[in-house]
């Protein structure tokens, strides 16, 4: 008896489309819980982007990307182990996990650079 799996196979045509909901799903939890967080609790600006609303979505952004980097690392030497349309779907999926990590990557910087609740 084989044991379960969490995710789809790397060649599941599933993959294709986990990488780009995933950071759809980043996206909309950033700026939503920024948005509530400073209406809740707004940061004294004189604090600049050393603010726990900040420290909070670097972490999450963090995770997402090791998340979207681990599925592309798996997609990706799936992808080798694989002949014809597995192969290929594997390495599509591997390339759009990358995809989605760099956009994470672009829409996380101002996490670094500008405070929080302009």
């Not at 090791?66 to 594997?90: D, K, T």
Request: net charge positive; glycine share 10%.
């Amino acid at each position: 008896m084989s044991t379960p799996r969490r995710w789809p196979a790397p060649s599941h045509p599933l993959q294709l489309i986990l990488g780009l909901s995933l950071w759809s799903l980043w996206f909309v939890v950033l700026y939503g819980g920024l948005s509530v967080a400073c209406e809740m609790a707004p940061p004294e600006p004189s604090r600049g982007v050393f603010t726990a609303h900040n420290a909070t979505l670097g972490l999450l952004s963090l995770a997402t990307l090791g998340l979207l980097l681990w599925l592309a690392w798996s997609c990706l030497s799936a992808s080798r182990r694989q002949e014809g349309v597995a192969c290929y779907l594997s390495m599509v999926s591997a390339g759009l996990h990358l995809f989605s990590g760099g956009g994470v990557v672009v829409v996380g910087l101002p996490l670094l650079m500008l405070p929080p609740c302009l």
